[in-house]
């Protein structure tokens, strides 16, 4: 059967320091893997998204980046947090057969 | 860009009674998938629908897959406490790949 793992669950970072976030995923080949940002109590805001490996689309400027060394593993990053970077972070997948898309359990991030 | 238009925003009801949600859009969409969110959590798939005029349980939802393609319904029945969380709308637009959200609507079911 087909699993996502995120993790940290929860992570506290001093303004600039570095992020990285890491999701994997377990039962299937070639997914589409994505990042996105909850702001408490808003919507899911789409960070990047790749189709393949070595391939990351952006959807908004920020002060972060997504990598994707393996096929089923998908990073998160950033060279110096800001206050703003805090938010709850959802990584995600879809096979492609059909369409749905599946979040792992999310990473709550504080910046202070 | 696309957005979906999802209300209400919150609902206050109370346990036992029947919840009744929407996602529209000016835009046609070609599937549509209703989550769930606890606080602290990622959202839960709860239903796929991926025809016009498709109608889909789950236990005690219930969805519908808009006529002219714009719009979806999710209905819960017969609500518990744990039916408590943030339920969101998305919809895969037509001729894209991407995954749009609603803006989420907050139950609170009260004993």
């Known amino acids: 059967s087909q699993t996502i793992h995120q993790w940290p669950a929860t992570l506290v970072q001093p303004v600039g320091s570095p992020l990285s976030l890491e999701c994997t995923v377990e039962?299937?080949?070639?997914?589409?893997l994505y990042w996105y940002r909850q702001a408490a109590g808003r919507g899911l805001q789409l960070l990047f998204y790749s189709v393949g490996i070595g391939q990351i689309s952006s959807e908004v400027p920020q002060n972060l980046s997504a990598s994707r060394p393996q096929d089923r593993q998908f990073i998160l990053s950033s060279k110096k947090l800001l206050l703003s970077d805090s938010g709850f972070y959802l990584c995600?997948?879809?096979?492609?057969?059909?369409?749905?898309?599946?979040f792992g359990s999310g990473t709550q991030l504080s910046v202070l | 860009g696309q957005q979906l238009n999802q209300s209400p925003q919150s609902m206050f009801i109370q346990e036992g009674e029947d919840v009744s949600m929407n996602c529209t859009s000016s835009s046609i969409f070609n599937t549509w998938l209703w989550y769930k969110q606890d606080p602290g959590e990622g959202p839960v798939l709860l239903i796929a629908?991926?025809?016009?005029?498709e109608l889909t349980s789950n236990g005690r939802l219930t969805a519908q897959f808009g006529i002219t393609r714009k719009d979806s319904f999710l209905n819960i029945s017969a609500s518990i406490p744990s039916d408590v969380g943030i339920y969101f709308c998305?919809?895969?637009?037509?001729?894209?790949?991407?995954?749009?959200f609603g803006t989420g609507t907050r139950l609170q079911v009260f004993p």
């Open positions: 629908l991926y025809k016009a005029g």
């Open positions: 039962g299937t080949s070639n997914p589409n």
């Open positions: 995600a997948y879809e096979t492609g057969v059909v369409e749905k898309l599946f």
């Open positions: 998305a919809g895969y637009y037509q001729n894209t790949d991407k995954l749009i």
